[in-house]
C-alpha cells in the first residue's frame, strides 16, 4: 500500500543527484577574466591566438588560471582585479598597435570558478541581473544627418528610375545636402517631370528655376517627413539592437530611447561582455554596390594606379583591395530574411537572401544588366567600410537570391547571422560604456538572499514542531524543491533578479502549503478511525486532487504574467511558474518517497509521528 516501486526511488535519486550537480556552479562564485574576440568582420579568430596570449601575459609577468580558445574567442582567467586590468592593457597594446582601428575587442570579463568537470558538464550558475550584480551599459548617439542623407540618396536613385520609366530626359541628377537637384534642357520637360515627381514623392517640396541655358528642379525634404525620418530611424535602430541582443542570448534586456537621438542598451547580468560589445558595437549599416571591373581599378588594386573617379578602395574578408563603385544599389532597409544554407547545384555553403519589392526591382535590373560581373556586400562601421562577400552575378536576379563561392559552412552562418541582425537607418556611435555594478547595493542585495533563508527557517521551524516527523519530512521536500527550482534556473541559464528573489520566497509558502494539505488529510482520516497505514494512502490520494487544482489556477495567473508582463514583472513570473512545477513534483513524489521509506515496511504500525491528532468526543487530544 505504501511502498514505492525500485524505479521511483531510481527517479528520485536522478532528479536529487541533477539537482546538486547544477547548483553547485552557484557556489564557487567567479573570477576575473579577460576575453579576446574579433573587432572587424574580415578578422577571424583560431586555436593560434592562445598561446600568442598567454605568451603576452607571461611576457607581462603575469600568470593566468588558463588561456583557452572556445570557437568565437579567447578567455583568460586571472587571479584578482589588479591582474585583471594589467592583462586587458598588455593584451590590448600588443594586439592592437592602432588604437583607434582596433582589430580585436580585449573587454573584461566574469568566468566560474567551477571545477572543469562541471563546465564539461555544461553546468554554469546563474546570471544576477542588473539590480544584483550588474551588467554592460552603453548609451549610444545616432547620426541622424546620416539618416537624412541617406533618404536623399534614396530619393535620388527613384527619381531616375521614375523619369527613365516615364522617358523623361535631363541632364543630371545629384544630390545637394539633404535635398535633390534635377537639370533639364527646356522648361516643358521640367514641368512634365515635375508633375511625375508631385504626384509620387510626395515627401518633397520641389521648386523649379533657371540657371543660365538650363533648368534646375529640387527638392528638399518637408519639415514633418523629416521628423517622420527620424523617429523611422530611431525606431529601426531599436528594433536591431533588439534582434542582436536576441542573438546574444541576454534575458530582460533594457533598450529604450533617451531625448531625440540616443539609445539606452542596458545587458542585465550578461557574462560574455566581450561577445556583448562585438554585436552591439557593431554599429554597421550595409550597402551593396557594383565592382568596378575597369582596367584602372584593377591598377588601384594593385597600388600601382589612382582609384578611378566614382570608385572606393575597400579591403574584402582575407586582406584582398575590391575597388567598388559609389553608387548604392540597395541598402539594409531593403533586406528582410537572411538565412545560411547550401547552394542546390553545386551543394557549397551559400547565404539565401531576401530582399523587399523596391529591392527586388533593383536587383532584377541591375542584375540582367551586369550578368558575370562582382557585386559587392559592405558593411560600415564607423565611417570605416569593409567587403563581406563580393560574389558574382550569375543571373537575373529577383526577390529572392543567394550569394555563394569562397566560404566554408562558419563563414556562411557568421555572414548570415550579421546580415539578419539587421542593418541601421543611420550610423550609431558608442558614446558612453561601462560595467555598472548593483544597483540596489550589497546590503539590499544580503538582504534579498536572506529573506529566503529566514523565511525557509521560520517554515522548517513550524512544521518541524507541529507536525514532527512528518513536519522534517515536509521540510526535506521543501529543501529539495529549492534544490531543483535553482538547478532548473541554472540550466536554463535564467538572469535572477530581485523579483526573481521575491519569487522564489514565495514558491517556498506555497510549496509548504501543498505539505500541510497532506498531513492534514492525514490527521482527519486518523481521526475517523483509519490505521496508520490506511490514513497516509488516503491522505496522499485525497489532498492529490486539491493541490493541482490550488496549483494549476495559481500556474494560470503565473502564465498570463509570463504572456503579457515584460521586465520586472516577466522575471517574477518565469521562476513563480518553475516553482509551481518543481513544487508539484517534490511536494507530492519525494515526500511521499520518503515517508513510504520510513513507514512502509512496518505492516503492524500503530501510531505515526503527525503531532496532535484531535478525536472528537475526547477531552485530551490523542498524539500520535
Not at 536529487?16 to 577571424?44: C, D, M, R
Not at 531599436?238 to 531625440?260: K, S, W, Y
Not at 550569375?394 to 548570415?416: K, P, V, W, Y
Amino acid at each position: 500500500m505504501n511502498r514505492y516501486p525500485l524505479w521511483k526511488y531510481a527517479i528520485m535519486l536522478v532528479a536529487l543527484l541533477v539537482g546538486l550537480i547544477y547548483t553547485l556552479p552557484n557556489l564557487f562564485g567567479e573570477a576575473p577574466a579577460v576575453q579576446v574576440s574579433s573587432g572587424k568582420v574580415t578578422v577571424k579568430l583560431d586555436p593560434s591566438l592562445a598561446p600568442r596570449i598567454e605568451e603576452i601575459l607571461t611576457k607581462s609577468g603575469l600568470k593566468p588560471d588558463f588561456v583557452r580558445y572556445d570557437g568565437n574567442s579567447v578567455k583568460a582567467r586571472l587571479g584578482d582585479l589588479d591582474e585583471q586590468r594589467k592583462a586587458k592593457d598588455a593584451i590590448g597594446a600588443a594586439l592592437n598597435p592602432d588604437p583607434n582601428d582596433p582589430t580585436y575587442i580585449v573587454a573584461l570579463n566574469l568566468l566560474s570558478r567551477s571545477p572543469r568537470w562541471l563546465t564539461a558538464l555544461h553546468a554554469l550558475p546563474m546570471y544576477l541581473g542588473l539590480d544584483l550584480r550588474g551588467g554592460v551599459h552603453f548609451l549610444m548617439q545616432v547620426d541622424m544627418k546620416a539618416a537624412l542623407t541617406k533618404k536623399a540618396e534614396s530619393t535620388a536613385g527613384d527619381v531616375r528610375t521614375l523619369l527613365r520609366d516615364k522617358n523623361i530626359r535631363h541632364t543630371g541628377i545629384a544630390r545637394d545636402g539633404n535635398g535633390v537637384v534635377i537639370r533639364f534642357r527646356d522648361q516643358p520637360t521640367l514641368a512634365a517631370a515635375r508633375t511625375v515627381l508631385l504626384d509620387q514623392l510626395t515627401d518633397f517640396n520641389w521648386v523649379e528655376s533657371q540657371e543660365g541655358a538650363d533648368w534646375k528642379l529640387a527638392g528638399n525634404l518637408k519639415p514633418d517627413a523629416a521628423n517622420r525620418v527620424q523617429s523611422a530611424a530611431i525606431t529601426q535602430n531599436i528594433t536591431t539592437l533588439h534582434n542582436r541582443v536576441n542573438e546574444l542570448g541576454v534575458a530582460e534586456p533594457v533598450i529604450q530611447r533617451q531625448g531625440a537621438d540616443r539609445v539606452v542598451v542596458q545587458l542585465p547580468g550578461v557574462q560574455d561582455t566581450a561577445k556583448a560589445k562585438d554585436i552591439i558595437g557593431r554599429t554597421a549599416t550595409l550597402e551593396m554596390r557594383m565592382v568596378d571591373d575597369s582596367s584602372e581599378a584593377r591598377l588601384a588594386e594593385t597600388g600601382a594606379g589612382p582609384v578611378p573617379f566614382g570608385s572606393e578602395r575597400y579591403v574584402e574578408r582575407g586582406g584582398q583591395p575590391v575597388v567598388v563603385k559609389r553608387q548604392v544599389l540597395i541598402t539594409g532597409e531593403n533586406l528582410t530574411d537572411a538565412q545560411p544554407g547550401f547552394d542546390g547545384q553545386s551543394q557549397e555553403p551559400a547565404v539565401h537572401l531576401s530582399v523587399d519589392a523596391r529591392g527586388a526591382r533593383i536587383m532584377r535590373d541591375v542584375s540582367r544588366e551586369n550578368i558575370g560581373k562582382r557585386m559587392a556586400i559592405l558593411l560600415f562601421e564607423k565611417g570605416k567600410g569593409e567587403v563581406v562577400t563580393a560574389p558574382v552575378i550569375r543571373g537575373e536576379l529577383g526577390s529572392r537570391f543567394q550569394i555563394s563561392g569562397r566560404m566554408n559552412t562558419a563563414e556562411a552562418n557568421d555572414t548570415a547571422l550579421l546580415l539578419r541582425a539587421g542593418s541601421l537607418a543611420a550610423p550609431m556611435e558608442i558614446i558612453e560604456e561601462r560595467t555598472i555594478g548593483p544597483s540596489l547595493g550589497a546590503e539590499n542585495i544580503a538582504k534579498g538572499f536572506q529573506s529566503v533563508i529566514y523565511g525557509f527557517c521560520a517554515i522548517a521551524l513550524f512544521m518541524c514542531v507541529y507536525y514532527r516527523l512528518f513536519g522534517i519530512i515536509s521540510t526535506l521536500s521543501l529543501a529539495i524543491n529549492l534544490l531543483l527550482l535553482i538547478a532548473v534556473l541554472s540550466m536554463l541559464q535564467a538572469t535572477l533578479t530581485l523579483p526573481g528573489i521575491a519569487a522564489i520566497a514565495l514558491t517556498l509558502g506555497m510549496a509548504i502549503d501543498s505539505n500541510v494539505l497532506i498531513n492534514e488529510r492525514i490527521r482527519e482520516e486518523l481521526r475517523g478511525g483509519a490505521n496508520p497505514q490506511a490514513a497516509i494512502n488516503t491522505g496522499y490520494e485525497r489532498a492529490f486532487a486539491t493541490i493541482l487544482d490550488s496549483n494549476v489556477t495559481t500556474l494560470i495567473a503565473g502564465l498570463a504574467l509570463l504572456a503579457f508582463g515584460s521586465g520586472p514583472i516577466r522575471a517574477f513570473a518565469i521562476v513563480h511558474c518553475l516553482g509551481i512545477v518543481t513544487s508539484m513534483f517534490s511536494a507530492v513524489m519525494f515526500s511521499r518517497g520518503l515517508v513510504n521509506f520510513w513507514y512502509g515496511r512496518q505492516k503492524r504500525l500503530k501510531a505515526v509521528s503527525i503531532g496532535q491528532v484531535w478525536k472528537p468526543g475526547a477531552s485530551v487530544p490523542a498524539e500520535t
